[in-house]
């Protein structure tokens, strides 16, 4: 997240169990691994971010 800066107060992994694998921001989820049966790659979850900021 260097990308980003300062720009955020914190980021929080939650560990899970069944394979899950989510990114929220700001309380929205922007990517759901088992929606979109993948992983994201990371210049998309920068562009969700980006999206965001």
Do not use: Y
Not at 23 to 41: A, C, N
């Amino acid at each position: 997240m260097s990308e980003f800066g300062k720009k955020f107060e914190n980021i929080t992994l939650v560990p899970s169990e069944g394979g899950r694998f989510e990114v929220s921001f700001d309380g929205q989820l922007v990517f759901d691994r088992k929606k979109e049966g993948r992983f994201p790659e990371n210049e998309e979850i920068k562009a969700m971010v980006r999206k965001k900021v």
